[in-house]
């Protein structure tokens, strides 16, 4: 088996949206991939991926017991998807893009 080169490697991410914020969840598929996912997935890091995106502030929770990690994306989706322009007024393409992280390693 290959070593994995990114985060689509080894996660799935599934993204939502509830007004101007975005909601992002990364799973790890192997409880063993969780440890490095968690420190992969940092603040800094997911408000430097959606730098231009993602205009206010990031909360992150850890959810070992899931192997999951859960941000909440503030001004994440120019006004909401009833005031936004946007082609993804529902953010739902964040999941997609997070997914492209370099793996540690």
Do not use: C
């Not at 994995?4 to 799935?12: E, K, N």
């Not at 101007?20 to 890091?45: F, G, I, K």
């Not at 929770?61 to 001004?75: E, I, N, S, W, Y």
């Not at 946007?86 to 997609?96: E, F, I, M, P, Y």
């Amino acid at each position: 088996m290959k070593p994995p080169h990114t985060l689509r490697d080894v996660a799935l991410a599934r993204s939502g949206d509830k007004g101007n914020r975005a909601t992002l969840s990364v799973v790890a598929l192997d409880p063993a991939h969780y440890p490095p996912m968690e420190q992969l997935l940092t603040v800094e890091r997911i408000k430097a991926h959606y730098a231009g995106v993602v205009l206010g502030d990031v909360q992150r929770h850890t959810l070992p017991h899931l192997g999951a990690v859960h941000f909440v994306m503030h001004g994440a989706l120019a006004g909401g998807v009833t005031r936004s322009l946007a082609l993804d007024a529902h953010g739902k393409t964040l999941a997609s893009a997070i997914l492209s992280l370099p793996w540690p390693g």
